[in-house]
């Protein structure tokens, strides 16, 4: 799910990246195309018509000059200006034709050839009265003429101030639409700098997430290393002290047979005996430990859940434990708020429970102290707890207790033989049950094992062992095997 979402964000991250990309190309396309059509416009209408407006001006003038000198003269070789007027007027035309499109509109250019046609009339027909002989009354309307041309001069002079407004006009356009373009584009750059500086950051944190998720899973996986080698390390001791003792009691009955003094060494022959048998249910506990927490892994570990009194099922737990815990200098105290409380459980994982907590705080218990073994009804709970007055825990080892192949203080345990499997088999048993353990010790003062069972009950029971703990004496020499005598 967390890898789906980072997918769809750098996605949408790389998408939000190329449309803006996109929007900054298109716009400078634009802008671009913009300022070209508006520099086109000045170039190739308004420029060239400013430009033949003055030439025709002058042009007009050369004719007005070249006529005016024939009329006087009546000399046709002055009459060159004029015909080369005459060519540069259909120019003229022309230029005047492309600013109909404009702002300039079409009157003043209307206008213009209005009286550059006047203006041609006029001088055609001046030729006309000189060549016929009328040079007297050509003269007369060369005043008219001169004045036809200032008119037109004034005309062309408006023509030419409106090109100069258009070009200002284009050029104040060109420049506007430049400094926009500049600050769009300042603005959409700022815009993605930002959105890649941020995706930037989302993969370096994404990256450093995983990073760190790897090195932290590595950490772990290291841990776990060491903790399956200290486990195989505690697991050789364990194995090797019942097996070292038991070989060596073979050995010596094998050496009293051989010689013949079976019957004068019956009370130590009875005696390595006993060993051999305590150092079987050590091997025993050992390996059912092992096979049901390697079950437990694998989800093999099956509960056979029935309706019991688990007051009852403590209290029998406790009693039969009287005996071996008064053996060992210690007194064993149970006590309940509540006579009954009928909960679903497995009786006999109960007992490897609460005989696993006993069996802790008898280990770090020392001659003349007391362990407390309480049930308290909590209505929707059971509250079972394993109190001690020993050497208690240290804090920082109160988090760790109950992992798997961990033991509690490497220098301590050593007084009493374990595995550092027992408190995470314990854990494991009442999470199978729905319940929850926890510690609280205060360091040598001792400590308390808390259990919290459900309080429901189930419908269907498995009744494979019912609610009597079948062989208790031996379970109970099994799973304190692990405490010297």
């Not at 070009?167 to 373009?181: E, G, H, R």
């Not at 290291?222 to 009691?249: M, R, Y």
């Amino acid at each position: 799910m967390v890898k789906s979402r980072s997918r769809r964000t750098m996605v949408l991250g790389y998408f939000s990246i190329a449309c803006l990309s996109l929007i900054i190309i298109l716009f400078s396309i634009y802008s671009m195309n913009k300022v070209s059509k508006e520099c086109d416009f000045i170039i190739k209408k308004i420029l060239p018509a400013k430009t033949f407006s003055t030439e025709i001006l002058t042009a007009v003038i050369n004719e007005e000059t070249g006529i005016r000198a024939y009329i006087i003269s009546e000399d046709k070789k002055f009459l060159e200006p004029y015909y080369l007027g005459n060519k540069q007027l259909w120019g003229y035309y022309n230029s005047l034709y492309t600013l109909k499109d404009t702002a300039l509109g079409v009157k003043i250019t209307n206008q213009l050839n209005e009286q550059v046609n006047c203006i041609q009339m006029f001088f055609k027909e001046q030729i006309a009265l000189v060549d016929s002989g009328k040079s007297n009354e050509a003269k007369l309307n060369l005043e008219h003429g001169k004045n036809l041309v200032d008119k037109f001069r004034d005309c062309d002079n408006v023509l030419i101030n409106k090109i100069d407004l258009e070009v200002n006009s284009s050029l104040n356009k060109v420049a506007n639409a430049q400094k926009f373009q500049k600050y769009l584009l300042f603005f959409l750059g700022s815009v993605l700098t930002l959105v890649n500086l941020m995706f930037i950051r989302y993969i370096w944190n994404y990256t450093y997430e995983e990073v760190k998720k790897k090195n932290e899973m590595n950490n772990e996986l290291q841990k776990l290393l060491v903790s399956q080698e200290e486990f195989t390390a505690n697991i050789s001791h364990e194995l090797k002290t019942p097996l070292n003792v038991i070989s060596s009691a073979v050995q010596l009955v094998q050496m009293y047979c051989y010689n013949g003094s079976l019957d004068d060494r019956r009370e130590t022959i009875s005696k390595y005996l006993d060993s051999m048998k305590l150092n079987s249910y050590r091997l025993s506990k050992l390996i059912n430990n092992i096979v049901d927490s390697s079950k437990i892994q694998a989800g093999f570990f099956k509960l056979n859940l029935s309706n019991n009194n688990i007051v009852q099922v403590v209290e029998e737990i406790v009693l039969s434990t009287s005996n071996f815990t008064g053996s060992k200098g210690l007194h064993i105290i149970f006590d309940t708020d509540i006579e009954e409380k009928i909960i679903a459980c497995d009786p006999e994982k109960i007992e490897r429970i609460v005989l696993n907590l006993i069996s802790n705080a008898i280990k770090f218990s020392d001659k003349g102290g007391k362990i407390f073994v309480d049930v308290k009804d909590k209505n929707e709970f059971v509250e079972i707890s394993v109190k001690d007055n020993g050497i208690g825990i240290e804090e920082e080892n109160l988090v760790t207790i109950f992992d798997r192949f961990k033991q509690v203080d490497k220098s301590l345990s050593r007084n009493a033989e374990g595995t550092g499997i027992g408190l995470n088999l314990v854990k494991s048993i009442v999470e199978l049950h729905g319940g929850r353990v926890y510690a609280k010790s205060e360091f040598g003062k001792g400590s308390k094992f808390t259990v919290i069972l459900p309080s429901g009950k189930v419908l269907h029971e498995n009744t494979l062992y019912g609610s009597k703990m079948k062989n208790g004496d031996e379970s109970i020499q099994v799973e304190l095997s692990d405490i010297y005598l």
